[in-house]
């Protein structure tokens, strides 16, 4: 016992002799980068990250995180910089006059071409003037769901950062889960149920207890396959928070993984739950997702041809002062009536509603050209020609206005060529 009695106190001595003080460790990092190597830059970043997470509050974090992101910028870690400057930016951007934002600017041309919308939408969001917890929740947010190939791991890591740092932030169960989505949209399907799981253990008062078991669910019936826990999973979430607003999404996966398992008439019933409870919330979108896959799976899987062309109609008469909503329901409304009912008069009836409804859209070439060919066809080449000159005038730069010109032509000659 007294043996043990003084080797504590000689490593408590020990721990208490080595600490260093964290301005005097920044310096030393600081020195070693002005002539570093690429080896040597990488084992800085890992040092620096420990620094960032052993002295968040420290006076030197700001230029500990700013030199973090030099050092990732020069090993081409581009994603991880820019983790590094949104952090700077939320963390410090109320208190510091920085160039960050120009900074942030000029790394869009590290990323590709096809992600470079998703980068100018993260970097230009404002910070809100919040309390600094709520300020980096933004941040964590915001970069989540931007998700930009690369940010994965250094996003990780911030989570972890965060929830040593602040443990007793009010939101912290909703970034729980949060980190969960991360886990699962970069494939990591494991991690992201571990997360689920925990919010539904470890924070028995969650607001968030449907939605952290309802994930669950997910991960098992989209990326484990294993079906009949899933179903026990959406079942569990309906029966025991009948007022949740987890239910209508329950149900909706619940249809989706019927109709993979052939179960269309059980899915059909399920859809039709979710569509009542979507409308009752207002969640206009999901209701227009649930609305086209009852509509695919009644023209596609069941052959119910006429139950599809209702339910687009429903679909159009919900959706009709969302314009990118209409034209699509009305276009797949006219698909139907081509190829599954051969009612040309019906598929001209789609577009001209579209057209009639949205008739200066930038959208309208495609319907413009179709309810002109379907005009032509029936003998009314007027019709069709007037169809045409406006496809030409209002959408020049489309891809139909070529061809539109050549049958433009055409008609005109045979227009003449008839009086």
């Not at 964290?22 to 830059?41: C, H, I, R, V």
């Not at 081409?76 to 934002?101: H, R, W």
Request: proline share 4%.
């Amino acid at each position: 016992m007294k043996k043990y009695f003084i080797s504590a106190v000689f490593l408590t001595f020990a721990l208490f002799v080595c600490a260093q003080d964290p301005a005097e460790e920044l310096a030393f990092y600081q020195k070693q980068a002005q002539n570093s190597t690429k080896p040597t830059q990488q084992v800085l970043v890992n040092n620096l990250q420990n620094w960032l997470e052993i002295n968040p509050t420290s006076p030197q974090a700001n230029r500990a995180l700013i030199l973090k992101a030099n050092l990732e910028r020069n090993l081409k870690e581009y994603p991880d910089a820019l983790i590094s400057l949104l952090k700077y930016k939320y963390e410090f951007g109320t208190t510091e006059k920085t160039n960050i934002q120009s900074v942030l600017k000029d790394g869009a041309k590290d990323f590709p071409r096809g992600e470079q919308d998703a980068y100018n939408n993260l970097i230009s969001a404002k910070i809100p003037q919040t309390e600094l917890p709520e300020r980096l929740d933004t941040f964590l947010t915001l970069a989540t769901k931007a998700n930009i190939k690369g940010t994965y791991e250094p996003l990780t890591k911030e989570y972890n950062a965060y929830f040593k740092r602040f443990k007793d932030y009010e939101d912290i169960d909703r970034l729980e889960l949060m980190l969960g989505d991360l886990h699962r949209s970069n494939k990591n399907p494991y991690a992201a149920l571990m997360q689920y799981e925990k919010v539904w253990e470890v924070y028995p008062n969650t607001k968030y207890k449907a939605a952290s078991l309802r994930m669950q669910g997910d991960i098992y019936a989209s990326e484990l396959k294993d079906y009949e826990r899933a179903r026990n999973i959406y079942e569990k979430v309906l029966n025991d928070f009948p007022t949740s607003v987890e239910r209508p999404t329950a149900y909706y996966h619940l249809a989706l993984m019927e109709e993979g398992q052939k179960e269309y008439q059980e899915a059909l019933d399920h859809l039709g739950y979710a569509a009542k409870l979507y409308q009752e919330q207002g969640n206009n979108n999901s209701l227009y997702d649930v609305l086209l896959f009852k509509a695919e799976i009644q023209e596609k899987r069941l052959k119910d041809f006429d139950g599809a062309v209702k339910t687009l109609k429903q679909t159009a008469t919900l959706f009709k002062n969302k314009e990118e909503k209409y034209r699509e329901t009305q276009f797949k409304l006219a698909n139907l009536y081509h190829s599954r009912l051969k009612d040309s008069t019906l598929e001209r009836k789609a577009y001209e509603d579209f057209l009639k409804t949205y008739p200066n859209s930038k959208h309208a070439d495609k319907a413009l050209f179709e309810a002109a060919n379907l005009a032509k066809e029936d003998g009314e080449y007027d019709l069709a020609a007037n169809y045409l000159e406006k496809l030409i005038v209002n959408n020049p730069d489309s891809d139909y206005a070529g061809k539109a010109q050549r049958q433009l032509n055409s008609l005109n000659k045979k227009i003449a060529k008839n009086k």
